[in-house]
């Protein structure tokens, strides 16, 4: 039996130096970037009711999500998630740069490094709660297509990967989806020495298997999900138009409809997003990285004669006209749910494909290929720069969010403290949205964070029960504020209108033995 120093240098030496370099871009990377979020405790506000959570989402089809979270316990601490969160996403750096078969340890770092930046995983830290989840759910999903693309029968494993992925996540289902048109790209790109005889049918054979992988993957994922839901009893929940997975939403609203809205969505994110180029430089990055991506696919085809073969250039404008539909394919499952940008982490992999394109194209001609290199490097590494300052722009900002409410939630006790009338375990009637009139924006970071829900704003609360976790856990302080469906009677009476907002001197009052605290608007 070998000694676990034999054993580990055994596997050692079985590592690629291309994983390696994925890895560590990766991982040094995210330790860089985040680490402002990884060593602090600034929550949000779905942050505040998550200090500790079992994460049973089953009424939202999450159904592996307790299971993946459980593994770094139920209580929120950022530095133990943030770390196996990072570890998860470096191995899906890994796997990716093996799916996308990048050789060069440049091109894997920056990959890597690319995963790593994007705006999308920032906005998943801000929700620290359930990133390791999620980035499990990654990693399950980029491995449903390696397995599928490297074995024979890989999509049944390769089922089993994304119905995982998706019962703890299925916001990464387009991560998939995207990978597997690459790998089918891949497949009919000609070969340099012609295509042998009979092979067409061969790749027939291969390329159904990222169908069949899909298919029986979400059946196995519902199917599981029913199973479960009956079993506990429950039903699935409108959150996000969840339910409508059940009800054919998109058919409902006008197949057509839905495919203009998803293609609208995706070109209107895309150019005007605010998150894949915010700045000249991040811009000129982007349009060298699809330019040379361009124009390594140029000498391919003119090189390799790919004009000759009718299957590639169907299989390329089949792709064209599909890939902005698979990278919305959420919107088609549910038309209403509200996009946060965290489930938009799949418009990283067209960089990273641009990467992987030309490091590994060996038809561009030796003359260009230097400098080409070295663009693509330069382009990519600017970008990740980019993205780093947006990604720390928007934690300092939630700090200051955190910080904004503390220090409103101190004045706003005292004064219900000192309400005449008031006793410990009074009823308490709130409304949870802070007024911008008597407290205008402060928040400087929207030019950067607007689209980045979760991390831009001023104040972290916006129901009572906000209010009621907050101080209870921040302050130290229990109030009985009552849930909404007992304030509706109260929210549209001549009393609570008549009431100054917070900080107003009318803003807080005892009427028929409930505390009233307006805290909106002083018209409302």
Known sequence: MQ???????????KIRREWKAAFSGAFILGLLIHMPILLSDVPNHDGLDSMYFDQNMITSGRWFLTVAC????YYTVPWVIGLLGILYLSCAAVVLCELLEVRKS???????????????????????????????ALLLAVSAVLVTKKRRLGFLPGAACLAFSMGIYQGYLSFAMILSVFAILMLYVPKADGE???ESRGKAAVLLRYPAMGILGVVLYYGILQILLKWQGKELADYQGIGEMTTGAASSNGLLA?????YQDFFHFTFRGNVLFQNFFSAAACILLAVLAVLALFFLIRNRKGWKNPAFFAIMVLAVVILPLLTNIVLLISPSVTYHLLMRYQWILYAIGAVALVSGCPEIPSSVYGWMEWVVFLGASVLIFCYCLTDNIAYSNLQRRYEKTYAYCIRLLDRIEQTPGYYQGIPIAMVGVVGDKPYPVTDITLPVTSNMIGMCGDILLYTGKNYEIFIRNYLGATLNILPPEAMAEMYYSDEYIAMDSFPGENSIRVINGILYVKTENADR
């Not at 000694?3 to 030496?13: C, E, I, K, R, V």
């Not at 929700?127 to 499990?136: E, I, K, N, Q, S």
């Not at 839905?258 to 998803?262: A, F, L, N």
């Open 196 to 198: 042998e005889k009979g």
């Open 258 to 262: 839905s495919i203009k809205g998803m």
């Open 70 to 73: 459980g593994i770094s316990s």
């Open 3 to 13: 000694s676990p120093t034999q054993a580990f240098q055994s596997l050692y030496g």
């Open 106 to 136: 440049w091109a894997a770092a920056v990959c890597g490094g690319l995963l790593t930046a994007f705006p999308a995983l920032a906005s998943t830290f801000a929700y620290v709660f359930t990133l390791d989840g999620y980035m499990l």
